[in-house]
Structure formats: C-alpha cells, structure tokens
C-alpha cells in the first residue's frame, strides 16, 4: 500500500510560479511510475503530466512548456514545477501512482491517490 502526500500549494498571481511535491511511503517508490492530475470545481479530474519510472515524461498540451514534473529516488518524492501560471490552471491538484512501465494518462490507470493540495492563481 502506498501513501502519497501533496504539499506546495498556494494563493499566487498570474505569471507566478509554485513548485509541488508528492512524498511517497509504503513501497518502493523507484518501481512505480507518477503523475499529477488536477480538479476545478464541477469539473472532472483532468491529466496533468506523468513520470515514467525510467524518468521519461508526458504533458497534457494545456500545461507543455510551462510545467515540469522531475522526481528524485533517493527521497521518494515526485515534483510539479509550474511556471508562468494562469487563472485556469486554478484547480486541486492530485499526485498518484502506478505500477507498470509505460505511461498513465487517466485516471483508471493509477492504483494510489494522494489528498490532493490547493492551487489559486489570481488575475
């Protein structure tokens, strides 16, 4: 059973930047592949992006160029880096994990679930 735990959200304006992070515990963080999905209010929970376990990555083309997803083995904890934010990137953003090798772009694809951490962009 793995836990996940978002941290990093916060109140910024338009043009700012914020960088999240996903801590990992109850397994071996290096075998699972990682992504981060975001939730506005009366919407559906969208992709954001995705790291595979080999470090390969995949955007939504809402988000490329502008956000970055690393993660680093050694401290279980997968990253977000979202630069130049605009207001409709305000939403509660989710990490969560996958076993298997390729990407995960939906959200049946994920086993785990973090809580998820608030993110508002201001105009």
């Known amino acids: 059973q793995v836990q996940l735990v978002e941290s990093g959200g916060g109140l910024v304006q338009a043009g700012g930047s914020l960088r999240l992070s996903c801590a990992a515990s109850?397994?071996?963080?290096?075998?699972?592949?990682m992504g981060w999905f975001r939730q506005a209010p009366g919407k559906e929970r969208e992709f954001v992006g995705t790291i595979k376990r080999s470090g390969g990555t995949y955007y939504a083309d809402s988000v490329k160029g502008r956000f970055t997803i690393s993660r680093d083995n050694a401290k279980n904890t997968v990253y977000l880096e979202m630069n130049n934010l605009k207001p409709e990137d305000t939403a509660k953003y989710y990490c969560a994990a996958r076993q298997g090798m390729f990407y995960g772009y939906t959200v049946g694809q994920y086993d785990y679930w973090g809580q998820g951490t608030q993110v508002t962009i201001s105009s």
């Open positions: 109850g397994g071996t963080f290096s075998n699972y592949g």
